[in-house]
DNA sequence: AAATCCTGTC
């Protein structure tokens, strides 16, 4: 879908960010019910979730239940201290089936489990034991506060059960990450004769979009048809959820389509799916088109719509859309503005990432990641350190992703012995280390040069090495041009991982640099034998809210002599200032003349050429890459950087290249 | 008198 990013006009106005960010609303209201539940909920501290849960319905009860009036509940709890079930006791009231009911019910909103225990217990002792509606209250109230071992017995000890029985628990399992064994339950209930509804299918959907495979998922579909419920506007996002997260977006979108009826759920799933495919142009389209057709967008929206906008890197799209949000006075919740920070520091605008985790009024320990990963990316190693250092210090606990985040900054900063002591750090935060941060350390180790070092601890790491551990001593070896241990790492990579073109790149780009051109051959040919490809590369540039794409010698784009023609005038400028073009990249046979001329046309080098030739005089150039910069192409940026006294940050895969002055943030490290 | 779908950091 990358060609649907090319040259598109973008329907919508520009919006400046201070703007924006100044009148950014703060956060959400403290979650205090007036009723007697604050005491019924114990003196609990609230939970980020339950605090930030919007518009949360705050009744308490407002109706008569049975033989206990509301009066009785309020007169008993204004002083405070009576536990509900004191009340009942103390008072002999006998509460009716519906009490029972409502209180389990509210404990499950509330996500109160002990509280739920105790009404459960209480409903055990009552005359009413044998309601199955009760029962059924009871296994789903289990089973949201997520303890499915007691929904299980609950549903374990039920002598008969319904069909309600069996999606509650379907339902929970689903819920709570358990895929499997919610997809076990459907072919016994099948068995038994209970006839699954929409209900039942909508559950069954969720778990089998949260499997790898979309087997299930399609089985399920069938069983939909079957039972006449694929056109339920549930089971329809259901569906549609499915499909997208197995990566079957036209079955997505063709699933939407048929949907009769559709609400704001069905939307955000067919969102969320091309943003989590980096299609964030299709996102942003599609985040318009619901509300033409007066949809509207809610927190899951813009959460999406911002990962969408993060993955193109869309800065003034980004930006557009968050005005939105301000203008529909949805909050800054943690969730959204965690996507909005991480929108702007994938956009390049890392002042603008910061402003919002400045106004965040709760940071989450995703909030910090984000503002980690966001200083790491943009080359501000001891910045990322320092944030790492004072979200210890106020007591965040860090997760895998936080030591990842400081460990990658460690690395690309070159601060070796700070990045082994955050690896030992781990184990004191019972941080279990996985493989991406075993890859992260081999990386510290041989971007500083210790090539014996990166590779002793790989052969002294607890668990088994992957391709991409291997593969980080192998760009070290690259960098430091170790031609022996660099053959030997990318063996292993290929053995591991045969269909990955980067090693292969990798390892021709060594033999190449030592002018070894038949052993650059032999791997090519390995390469075109294992029908390993190489991913195209392009490059995109954002001006006046049209995204322009560009691939290598790309002779198709309307200005393409322009643009020929610019690189040949900066191309000769620099050259005069100290450029010497380095075509140890490419890999062609072919003299050096006709290397230099395929250099000129890489993605990057025609995007900033065309940034050159559109962009306002003077502007920042942002541009983006769907692969990491080649060595040649960083060389020539720094030098326009410095000739046209021009700031350009450059996106690759990996991170940031601010280009000032004739140099670059990462400090060469990339 | 019970049960359902969509969001974040690597």
């Not at 520009?14 to 005491?39: C, G, K, Q, Y």
């Not at 549930?234 to 977006?249: F, K």
Request: hydrophobic share 40%; charged share 25%.
């Amino acid at each position: 879908m990358r060609k649907g990013i090319y040259s598109r006009v973008c329907t919508h106005p520009p919006v400046i960010s201070n703007a924006i960010l100044s009148s950014t609303r703060s956060l959400m209201a403290i979650f205090v019910s007036p009723h007697f539940f604050t005491t019924f909920a114990t003196s609990a501290t609230l939970t980020n979730s339950e605090s930030e849960q919007e518009e949360e319905d705050e009744e308490g009860f407002n109706t008569s239940c049975g033989v206990i009036q509301e009066k009785d509940f309020l007169r008993k709890t204004q002083n405070g201290k009576l536990h509900l079930l004191d009340l009942i006791d103390n008072d002999r009231m006998e509460p009716d089936a519906a009490l029972y009911n409502k209180l389990l019910n509210k404990c499950t909103q509330m996500s109160k489990l002990k509280e739920g225990r105790m009404v459960h217990t209480h409903f055990l002792n009552s005359q009413f034991k044998h309601y199955q509606v009760i029962q059924n209250t009871v296994l789903n109230m289990y089973a949201k506060c997520g303890s499915l071992e007691e929904a299980r017995r609950v549903f374990d000890e039920m002598p008969t059960k319904d069909m309600v029985t069996w999606t509650a628990l379907i339902t929970g399992y689903s819920q709570n990450d358990r895929p499997e064994e919610a997809l076990v339950l459907f072919p016994p209930m099948l068995r038994l004769d209970l006839k699954p509804n929409h209900f039942t299918f909508s559950s069954l959907l969720k778990a089998s979009a949260a499997r790898p495979s979309d087997r299930e998922g399609r089985q399920i579909h069938g069983f939909c048809l079957k039972y006449g419920y694929d056109l339920n506007v549930y089971v329809g996002s259901a569906l549609v959820d499915m499909y997208a997260r197995c990566g079957y977006m036209n079955e997505a979108m063709f699933v939407f389509d048929g949907m009769i009826s559709k609400n704001e759920v069905s939307w955000n799933a067919l969102i969320a799916g091309y943003a989590r495919k980096d299609e964030g142009e299709n996102a942003v389209q599609l985040f318009m088109e619901m509300q033409r057709k007066d949809f509207k967008p809610t927190h899951f929206t813009y959460s999406s719509v911002f990962t969408g906008c993060a993955s193109t890197g869309a800065l003034e799209q980004g930006k557009w859309v968050h005005g939105h949000m301000i203008k529909s006075g949805l909050k800054l919740i943690a969730f959204v503005g965690n996507t909005l920070l991480d929108m702007y520091a994938k956009s390049g605008s890392i002042e603008d990432a910061k402003k919002v985790f400045d106004r965040l009024i709760r940071r989450d320990v995703v909030s910090w990641n984000s503002m980690l990963s966001a200083c790491a990316q943009h080359g501000l190693g001891k910045e990322t350190v320092e944030r790492f250092e004072e979200m210890l210090r106020i007591g965040v606990e860090p997760n895998g992703i936080a030591f990842l985040c400081v460990l990658t900054a460690c690395s690309h900063a070159g601060l070796l012995d700070k990045g082994q002591y955050y690896f030992e750090l781990m184990k004191k935060y019972l941080v279990e280390p996985d493989v991406s941060h075993y890859v992260t350390i081999v990386d510290l180790l041989g971007r500083a040069g210790r090539l014996d070092l990166a590779e002793r601890f790989i052969k002294e790491m607890p668990i088994e090495p992957t391709a991409a551990v291997w593969g980080a001593l192998l760009g070290a070896c690259r960098m430091h041009k170790n031609m022996e241990l660099g053959a030997y790492a990318a063996e292993r990579v290929f053995e591991l991982d045969p269909y990955d073109s980067g090693p292969h790149v990798l390892l021709s780009n060594i033999y190449a640099s030592a002018g070894r051109w038949s052993d650059a051959a032999k791997v090519r040919k390995m390469m075109r034998e294992s029908g390993v490809k190489k991913e195209p590369a392009c490059s995109w540039v954002e001006i006046e809210n049209v995204v322009h794409l560009f691939v290598a010698n790309d002779d198709a784009h309307p200005q393409r002599e322009d643009i020929r023609k610019m690189w040949e005038e900066i191309s000769a400028r620099i050259k005069e200032i100290g450029y010497v073009p380095d075509t140890s990249h490419v890999l062609l046979f072919v003299d050096q003349q006709e290397r230099e001329t395929k250099l000129q046309y890489h993605s990057e080098k025609l995007a900033l050429a065309f940034a050159l030739l559109n962009a306002p005089p003077g502007s920042t150039i942002r541009i983006k890459k769907n692969i990491r910069v080649c060595g040649d192409c960083h060389t020539a940026f720094k030098f326009v950087s410095k000739l046209l006294d021009r700031e350009i940050i450059l996106r690759d895969t990996n991170r940031f290249h601010h280009f000032r002055g004739g140099f670059c943030s990462c400090g060469d490290y990339w």
